[in-house]
């Protein structure tokens, strides 16, 4: 199984601030296709999973510039920039390039 | 609009069975893959089983091969898990979800005697 380590576990930002998460998976992403399956969730609180990034930078439908993707092979990164209220939340991410999709164990956004 | 809305979850003794059902509107859903995806409390992300959009592939995690079956009604729009021989282990949050694009609000399993 693909193994998808996430740091940090949890992080505290001001609004208006800049966060970074990374994401290693334990083999490349990389599919027999050529497209890299690694995606972004948020999961706000009592809320299910959104999907913020898919195909590592691609924004899903309606999803603010200031998240961003970027990453290659086994390394990935989710920026979220000029941090707001709303962001708040786990973010996730997840790979789909073999079963069985695997997701990181979550990265915990407070807002100070 | 996309919707996704699960049903069919509860309280259930080990051993039993339970079949969770996930209605799906706002999208062609005999064009998408769906899958099942489950969150024991406290806990992150895991992800059951996946069908092919007509159905005719399957994928399940190691643990639940045997004891679950993931089916779909294209004619009526709706997504199956049968949860069979259910252990402790299993209570979770049951989250439908569209190619794990679109997730549903999620729906409550407490294996438990």
């Known amino acids: 199984d693909v193994v998808m380590t996430q740091t940090p576990v949890s992080m505290s930002v001001s609004l208006g601030g800049q966060v970074s998460i990374s994401c290693r998976s334990s083999q490349s992403l990389v599919h027999n296709n050529g497209n890299t399956y690694l995606s972004w969730y948020i999961q706000k609180p009592s809320q299910s999973p959104q999907l913020l990034i898919y195909k590592v930078s691609n924004r899903f439908s309606g999803i603010s510039d200031r998240f961003s993707g970027s990453g290659s092979g086994t390394d990935f990164t989710l920026k979220i920039s000029r941090v707001e209220p709303d962001d708040l939340g786990v973010y996730y991410c997840g790979q789909g390039t073999q079963y069985p999709l695997t997701f990181g164990s979550g990265t915990k956004l407070e807002i100070k | 609009e996309v919707q996704l809305v699960e049903s069919g979850g509860g309280l259930v003794q080990p051993g039993r069975s339970l079949k969770l059902s996930c209605a799906a509107s706002?999208?062609?859903?005999?064009?998408?893959?769906m899958a099942w995806v489950r969150q024991a409390p406290t806990k992150g992300l895991e992800w059951v089983a996946t069908i092919s959009y007509d159905g005719s592939s399957t994928y399940y995690r190691d643990s639940v091969k045997g004891r679950f079956t993931i089916s779909r009604d294209n004619a009526k729009s709706t997504l199956y898990l049968q949860m069979d021989s259910l252990r402790s282990e299993d209570t979770a949050t049951y989250y439908c979800?569209?190619?794990?694009?679109?997730w549903g609000q999620g729906v409550m399993v407490t294996v438990s005697s």
């Open positions: 979800a569209r190619q794990l694009d679109y």
């Open positions: 706002g999208f062609t859903f005999s064009n998408y893959g």
